[in-house]
């Protein structure tokens, strides 16, 4: 399986497997320690997996600009190693900071619910985090088996275009909330499909797809009315897992690969893929943004967001200030001087934008724009639409074990909500 985080889809799957710990509040974990030492309860089978990006993490932490991301990522590892001691001291480290993490909503972490020690701290973040309320319905579709991952917005056609990972195909919806298929389903033989970007310069429309349980992933280019124009996939035996994408103006496609841990430009006219150096190890990046100078790329992981100058090749983390972070991001958007983000990976998902400094260097002012509503049950990624961000509400990836839904007569229509920006 990929990486326990490597996107929203994993993060919420393997996650839900804390099923092995038999005592579920932190009253009885000394016991369970105990139990886990005689060998009582098995480990998980990613147990090594997980142990290595603990190791990683840590390995990390003195160059992090944000204690915090890495603080919850090692808390909600912990746990889903059974460990549960080590994961509430490193989820009341994390959350002495004050900086938006919610393990109300953490499938790692749900089975602490119960006990006071666990109610009390999110209490105390609710009274810090309250709930905000400023979204509106926006479209449905009534197909209920999308279990949509990508959402991209085309100046050119003025649509949406939506990716499905369970239907394998892409749809469009108009200003008027029409929805069709750009790409349907079984045509091409697509994988599950994620990242959409329409291109600025000719609007051709470029994708990502990735199927965990096939241990494949491609780049896919479409025309205008969803011709496909071409599949790309890197050389050699190496696992990827393209997620996220953003399509530069000379046509270089630049998309993070959540299991190779690595960022990709992709040469359109060679059709190569060439890794981009990161000043440090990136763990399952993911969101991934370009600003209007089409020259500073912002890259979102696990532990916050990298800033890359394209130009020289520089590369920093974005400070995100105090009671601040910007860890755990899914989709990520320039607006105006801001990131806009669909923050899935903090706990309890939100939807927020942080203001940068003029070089980008620092988050000066961070806006929570929906928390803890209906609009944030299982949100992925969005899209910027003039001055409102338009984002999948409830993607029902929690639904889905490696390519398919568990039970397809629980999923509900899709809903697609907006917010006004700041």
Same mark, same amino acid.
């Given at each position: 399986?990929?990486?326990?985080?490597?996107?929203?889809?994993?993060?919420?799957?393997?996650?839900?497997?804390?099923?092995?710990?038999?005592?579920?509040?932190?009253?009885?974990?000394?016991?369970?320690?105990?139990?886990?030492?005689?060998?009582?309860?098995?480990?998980?089978?990613?147990?090594?997996?997980?142990?290595?990006?603990?190791?990683?993490?840590?390995?990390?932490?003195?160059?992090?600009?944000?204690?915090?991301?890495?603080?919850?990522?090692?808390?909600?590892?912990?746990?889903?190693?059974?460990?549960?001691? @080590?994961?509430?001291? /490193?989820?009341? &480290?994390? +959350? #002495?900071?004050?900086?938006?993490?919610?393990?109300?909503?953490?499938? =790692? *972490?749900?089975?602490?619910?119960?006990?006071?020690?666990?109610?009390?701290?999110?209490?105390?973040?609710?009274?810090?985090?309250?709930?905000?309320?400023?979204?509106?319905?926006?479209?449905?579709? @009534?197909?209920?088996? /999308?279990?949509? &991952?990508? +959402? #991209?917005?085309?100046?050119?056609?003025?649509?949406?275009?939506?990716? =499905? *990972?369970?239907?394998?195909?892409?749809?469009?919806?108009?200003?008027?909330?029409?929805?069709?298929?750009?790409?349907?389903?079984?045509?091409?033989?697509?994988?599950?499909?994620?990242?959409?970007?329409?291109?600025?310069?000719?609007?051709?429309?470029?994708?990502?797809?990735?199927?965990?349980?096939?241990?494949?992933?491609?780049?896919?280019?479409?025309?205008?009315?969803?011709?496909?124009?071409?599949?790309?996939?890197?050389?050699?035996?190496?696992?990827?897992?393209?997620?996220?994408?953003?399509?530069?103006?000379?046509?270089?496609?630049?998309?993070?690969?959540?299991?190779?841990?690595?960022?990709?430009?992709?040469?359109?006219?060679?059709?190569?893929?060439?890794?981009?150096?990161?000043?440090?190890?990136?763990?399952?990046?993911?969101?991934?943004?370009?600003?209007?100078?089409?020259?500073?790329?912002?890259?979102?992981?696990?532990?916050?967001?990298?800033?890359?100058?394209?130009?020289?090749?520089?590369?920093?983390?974005?400070?995100?200030?105090?009671?601040?972070?910007?860890?755990?991001?899914?989709?990520?958007?320039?607006?105006?001087?801001?990131?806009?983000?669909?923050?899935?990976?903090?706990?309890?998902?939100?939807?927020?934008?942080?203001?940068?400094?003029?070089?980008?260097?620092?988050?000066?002012?961070?806006?929570?724009?929906?928390?803890?509503?209906?609009?944030?049950?299982?949100?992925?990624?969005?899209?910027?639409?003039?001055?409102?961000?338009?984002?999948?509400?409830?993607?029902?990836?929690?639904?889905?074990?490696?390519?398919?839904?568990?039970?397809?007569?629980?999923?509900?229509?899709?809903?697609?909500?907006?917010?006004?920006?700041?």
């Amino acid at each position: 399986m990929s990486p326990l985080r490597s996107f929203s889809r994993c993060f919420y799957s393997l996650t839900l497997f804390v099923g092995f710990l038999t005592v579920p509040i932190a009253a009885h974990s000394q016991d369970k320690d105990k139990e886990q030492v005689k060998g009582v309860l098995a480990e998980p089978d990613d147990a090594a997996e997980v142990r290595a990006q603990i190791a990683s993490v840590e390995k990390l932490m003195p160059q992090l600009v944000d204690r915090g991301g890495a603080l919850y990522f090692l808390s909600t590892s912990r746990q889903h190693l059974g460990e549960t001691l @080590e994961a509430l001291r /490193l989820l009341k &480290e994390c +959350l #002495a900071l004050r900086e938006g993490f919610d393990p109300a909503g953490s499938p =790692s *972490l749900r089975v602490l619910k119960g006990s006071k020690e666990f109610d009390d701290l999110v209490i105390s973040v609710h009274r810090d985090y309250p709930v905000v309320a400023q979204a509106q319905l926006a479209f449905v579709t @009534e197909e209920k088996d /999308l279990v949509p &991952e990508g +959402l #991209a917005y085309d100046t050119r056609q003025n649509v949406f275009y939506l990716s =499905s *990972l369970n239907r394998r195909k892409i749809v469009k919806i108009t200003a008027e909330g029409r929805v069709s298929d750009f790409v349907p389903a079984g045509r091409d033989q697509l994988l599950p499909v994620l990242g959409i970007r329409p291109d600025p310069a000719d609007g051709t429309v470029w994708a990502n797809s990735w199927s965990e349980d096939a241990a494949r992933s491609e780049l896919l280019h479409f025309d205008a009315s969803g011709k496909l124009l071409g599949r790309y996939a890197p050389q050699g035996a190496a696992k990827h897992g393209f997620n996220d994408l953003v399509v530069r103006k000379n046509g270089e496609v630049i998309l993070t690969d959540s299991v190779s841990n690595q960022v990709f430009q992709f040469d359109a006219a060679a059709h190569t893929f060439t890794p981009l150096s990161i000043h440090r190890v990136l763990s399952a990046p993911n969101g991934v943004a370009l600003a209007d100078d089409d020259r500073q790329l912002f890259v979102a992981d696990d532990l916050g967001v990298v800033r890359v100058d394209l130009d020289n090749g520089n590369t920093t983390d974005v400070n995100p200030g105090p009671r601040s972070t910007l860890a755990g991001i899914d989709g990520l958007y320039w607006h105006k001087g801001s990131l806009v983000a669909v923050q899935n990976g903090i706990g309890s998902p939100r939807i927020a934008a942080f203001r940068l400094s003029k070089d980008s260097s620092r988050v000066t002012q961070t806006a929570v724009l929906e928390n803890r509503t209906s609009f944030t049950t299982t949100p992925t990624t969005g899209a910027i639409h003039g001055n409102d961000f338009y984002f999948i509400t409830n993607s029902q990836i929690d639904s889905l074990n490696g390519d398919k839904v568990m039970d397809v007569t629980k999923l509900g229509v899709v809903r697609i909500a907006v917010v006004r920006l700041p």
